[in-house]
Each structure stands twice: as structure tokens, then as C-alpha cells.
């Protein structure tokens, strides 16, 4: 069974910083691309950043120059750190894999378990 773990998130002002983590175990035989997505109340699942097998990165438009996303390929880690924060980037944080569990077999996506992130006033 693949698993996505994540750390971090919590409480913080506004304009503050705060970082999270997420690491895939199980039985992997490759991760393809890694990302986070946020989902506020009443509103979609949005992409918020991603990174490539090769380290290519995107964000959303919302987040660039504030939110920084990075991998640890031998931990099988990625990470986001999120600088200058915004009441509007309050949400719940999912990490999200594709994952290939054979050499045969398809990458599929996998899901943490999210972890919440609140930004006050």
C-alpha cells in the first residue's frame, strides 16, 4: 500500500510563514509528479503548486513569488514553503503523487490525508 503522509500546516498571522511536508512509503517504484492543492469551505480542489520528476515546477497564479515548492527524491519528500501569507490562502493542504507501484504498471494518483492551514487577520 502507497501512502502519503503530511507535516506541518497550522495557525498563523497574517504575513507569516509556514511549511509543509509530505513523504510517500510503501511499495514505489517510481513518482512521477508531486504537488499540493488546497480546497477552502464551499469551494474546489485547486492545484497550488506542483514539481516535475525532472524538477519542474508550476504554481498557481495566486501563490507565485510567495509559495516555493522542492523535493527530496531519495526521501521521496516534497516540500512547500509558504512565505507572506494571506487569510485568503486558509484551506485545507493535500499532497498529491503519481505513483507507479511496478515497472508495468500505469502511475496512478495518490492523496494525503490533508493538513490545515489558517491564516488570521
Known amino acids: 500500500q502507497v501512502q502519503l503522509v503530511e507535516s506541518g500546516g497550522g495557525l498563523v498571522q497574517a504575513g507569516g510563514s509556514l511549511s509543509l511536508s509530505c513523504t510517500a512509503s510503501?511499495?514505489?517504484?517510481?513518482?512521477?509528479?508531486m504537488g499540493w492543492y488546497r480546497q477552502a469551505p464551499g469551494k474546489e480542489r485547486e492545484l497550488v503548486a506542483g514539481?516535475?520528476?525532472?524538477?519542474?515546477?508550476n504554481y498557481a497564479d495566486s501563490v507565485k513569488g510567495r509559495f516555493t515548492i522542492s523535493r527530496d527524491y531519495a526521501k521521496k519528500t516534497v516540500h512547500l514553503e509558504m512565505n507572506n501569507l494571506k487569510p485568503e490562502d486558509t484551506a485545507a493542504y493535500y499532497c498529491?503523487?503519481?505513483?507507479?507501484?511496478?515497472?508495468?504498471?500505469?502511475?496512478?494518483?495518490?492523496w494525503g490525508q490533508g493538513t490545515q492551514v489558517t491564516v488570521s487577520e
Open positions: 498529491n503523487a503519481l505513483i507507479g507501484t511496478t515497472p508495468l504498471n500505469p502511475v496512478q494518483p495518490y
Open positions: 514539481i516535475s520528476s525532472s524538477g519542474s515546477t
Open positions: 510503501g511499495i514505489i517504484f517510481r513518482i512521477n509528479n
